[in-house]
């Protein structure tokens, strides 16, 4: 099964690609290229974009935004779970919390955060928010499957508490964590995005799809929206290396 995995699984992914290409297309046909442009001016829209600096300040603008707030939530979440994992008591305590979080739709959020923050912040605080449930609750599932005998054995003889949480807690929840952070990496960028789009800054990408739809402009906004994905892609396969870099013995497995 592995072997069939790692030598057809491109040859898929590039045919799930195609049967996208092939209903966006047919739609094009159907309603037409002004209604639905065709994915080849779509393309050829994205090679423009490429190809002009303003771009990039969009993008990095974008990028840096979803990574500000990825990176704070990483650091509230992950020490957060790990508590809430070994003290029953403080998940119990974090359960309100988490569970708001988790509750709250995205719109709601972005309202609320742009009275207490403004536009500039706004995306930022949205990428925090959104991702700390889903870092959290990882964090919280690896360190409830720690091996407890483990945990006493580290006691009985009186390992350090930070030698415990460094080799034993936190080796222990990385597998969740590094599916924790692919994750919320995707939800992160949509949050962000749909942020821009609602209050448009400046730069980023959320607010150049925001200027496409003013101009009835559905082939910038398909553009814009591939090169959203893009980098999304490009940022968890840089999650897909650390990961690979971290836990070597998972990549061998």
């Known amino acids: 099964m592995k072997r069939f995995t790692i030598s057809h699984k491109f040859t898929y992914q590039v045919l799930g ?5 092939f209903v966006w297309q047919c739609l094009s046909f159907t309603f037409g290229r002004f209604i639905v442009p065709q994915p080849t001016d779509t393309f050829q829209r994205l090679l423009k974009l490429l ?4 771009t990039y300040g969009h993008i990095g603008m974008t990028a840096f935004r979803v990574l500000t707030g990825f990176l704070v939530a990483l650091i509230i979440a992950v020490p957060w779970g790990m508590l809430a994992g070994r003290y029953p ?71 350090l508490l930070g030698k415990r949480v460094s080799e034993l807690y936190f080796k222990g929840i990385l597998t969740y964590l590094f599916a924790g952070l692919e994750a919320g990496l995707g939800v992160a960028f949509k949050a962000v995005i749909a942020g ?39 940022l968890e396969l840089g999650i897909v290396a650390l990961r690979e870099e971290v836990m070597p013995w998972k990549t061998k497995a």
């Not at 190809?51 to 303003?54: I, K, L, N, R």
């Not at 988490?98 to 990428?127: D, E, Q, R």
Request: glycine letters at 6%.
């Open 89 to 159: 008591q403080f998940e119990a305590f974090s359960n309100p919390q988490i569970s708001l979080l988790k509750s709250v739709p995205v719109v709601s959020i972005i309202i609320i955060v742009l009275f207490f923050f403004g536009s500039k912040l706004m995306p930022s605080v949205i990428s925090l928010l959104v991702v700390v449930p889903i870092l959290y609750t990882n964090t919280l599932t690896g360190m409830k499957n720690v091996d407890e005998k483990l945990i006493q054995m580290s006691t009985i003889y009186g390992v």
């Open 196 to 234: 821009e789009v609602i209050s448009p800054p400046l730069k980023g990408i959320g607010a150049s799809i925001w200027n496409a739809k003013l101009y009835i402009d559905l082939e910038g906004a398909l553009a814009w929206t591939a090169m959203a994905l893009i980098l999304s892609f490009a």
């Open 51 to 54: 190809m002009t600096a303003d």
């Open 17 to 21: 690609v195609m049967v996208i290409l």
